[in-house]
């Protein structure tokens, strides 16, 4: 029997537009009515949110709107790629330099960006770490306390043990043994496959 598709060398659909740059992209769309957001974000690694002003970004020519978390709900929405604690917008805390503070929409990008330069954020520093060992110290200030997902009293999410066969037994008829902790620095493997989407409403 013949098969349409094993064996065969398939022509992919879009190898064409790709290769000559002609595929669209997300960014490469746009709408009647499309807006530009720029990201205001935080200057502090730690540190609570006294308050922001938004006024001078507002009275900018052309800003549709400056959104901070006090305008998305309460609570801010959280998301996260393992727990629920990443708020859309930074809510009365920041966690990490360069968190999302507010969002300011132009219709125009590059004015949107310039706008963002005016909002202004007060903040009260709070002690921060900048390393894993010192987040691990048991007077390391607790990043988020109160959260479901930690047990308040440190800053470990999980804690997961794992061993095969019999430990004690091979350790007895070892020659040699060594101990030691070992670490590895943060990784990924960059795939260029952004997930992206446009909508907009339709009669």
């Known amino acids: 029997m013949e098969l349409k598709y094993v064996g065969k060398n398939i022509e992919r659909t879009d190898a064409f537009k790709k290769v000559t740059g002609n595929a ?3 960014n490469d ?3 009647h009515g499309i807006l530009h957001g720029s990201i205001v974000r935080s200057t502090r690694a730690h540190a609570q949110i006294v308050s922001i002003d938004v006024s001078q970004a507002k009275a900018v ?3 549709v709107a400056v959104v901070t978390a006090a305008d998305i709900g309460d609570p801010v929405p959280v998301f996260g790629p393992i727990s629920a604690d990443q708020p859309l917008l930074a809510d009365r805390v920041v966690r990490f330099h360069g ?3 507010a969002v300011v929409l132009k219709k125009k990008k590059k004015a ?3 706008a963002a330069q005016l909002v202004n954020v007060e903040y009260k520093n709070l002690p921060h770490v900048t390393t894993v060992r010192d987040a691990l110290k048991s007077d390391a200030p607790i990043l988020h306390p109160g959260s479901p997902a930690q047990s308040c009293i440190n800053n470990i999410h999980s804690n ?5 066969g019999h430990v004690d037994e091979a350790k007895e ?7 030691n902790t070992y670490t590895f620095p943060m990784l990924h ?6 997930f992206c989407v446009i909508s907009f409403p339709q009669d």
């Open 24 to 26: 669209r992209y997300a």
């Open 29 to 31: 769309l746009s709408m």
């Open 61 to 63: 020519s052309g800003v």
């Open 99 to 101: 968190e999302p503070l």
């Open 112 to 114: 949107a960006k310039q």
């Open 160 to 164: 997961y043990r794992y061993n095969w």
């Open 173 to 179: 008829n070892c020659a040699h043994i060594f101990s």
């Open 189 to 194: 493997h960059t795939p260029i496959e952004p």
